[in-house]
Every structure is written in C-alpha cells, then in structure tokens.
C-alpha cells in the first residue's frame, strides 16, 4: 500500500513560481511511477505530467511543457512538481498519484492518490 501525502499548494501570482511536494509513506517509490494531476472548478481531472520510477522517462501535458518541471528525490522517497511561469488557468487542486505502471499514471489509472494540494494563481 502507497500512502500519498501532497504539500506546497498556495497562493501564487501570475508568472510567479510555486513548488509541490509528494512524499511516499509506508512504501518507498522504488519500481514505481509517478505523477501529477490537475482538478479545475467545474472541470474533469486532467494529466498534468509523469515520471517513471528512474527519473529517465517523463512526460508532460502540452499546457504545461516549458513551465513545469516534475522530479523525485529517491532519499527523501518524494516527486516534486515546480510550478514557474503560473497562469490563471493553473488554478486547480493538485493531486500525485502513484502505479507501477507508467501508463496507468499518465491515463489516471493509479491505484494510489493523495488527498490533494490547493494551488491559486491571481490574475
């Protein structure tokens, strides 16, 4: 069992930069891979960008690339999501999510979600 805990959501301005954290307890996220998830008001949860259990594979959503960067940090058992550049529309609850499949991240098919991270870009 992966137990997701998801930190660093907040209030950020448009073009500033905000970093979230998704630690691992119970299980370390060896042979695992991870990513992030996005839920607007109104709107259906959507990919935001994935990375598989070596750091060598990962893909972003195209409203994102050039503006988020994803990472892990295999000692501290946590992926990161750093957030620069923020527009209003990355407005959403944040939501790391974890299957030893890379696909099933990317399609939001993971066993394994936090609880999710409030982010907030003023105009």
């Known amino acids: 069992q992966v137990h997701l805990v998801e930190s660093g959501g907040g209030l950020v301005q448009a073009g500033g930069s905000l970093r979230l954290s998704c630690a691992a307890s119970?299980?370390?996220?060896?042979?695992?891979?991870t990513g992030w998830f996005r839920q607007a008001p109104g709107k259906e949860r959507e990919f935001v960008a994935a990375?598989?259990?070596?750091?060598?594979?990962?893909t972003y959503a195209d409203s994102v690339k050039g503006r988020f960067t994803i990472s892990r940090d295999k000692a501290k058992n946590a992926m990161y999501l750093q957030m620069n550049n923020a527009m209003h529309e990355d407005t959403a609850v944040y939501y790391c999510?974890?299957?030893?499949?890379?696909?099933?991240?990317?399609?939001?098919?993971?066993?394994?979600w936090g609880q999710g991270t409030q982010v907030t870009v003023s105009s």
């Open positions: 990375i598989d259990w070596s750091g060598g594979r990962i």
């Open positions: 119970e299980r370390t996220f060896n042979n695992i891979a």
């Open positions: 999510n974890a299957s030893p499949l890379y696909e099933a991240v990317i399609a939001g098919r993971s066993m394994h």
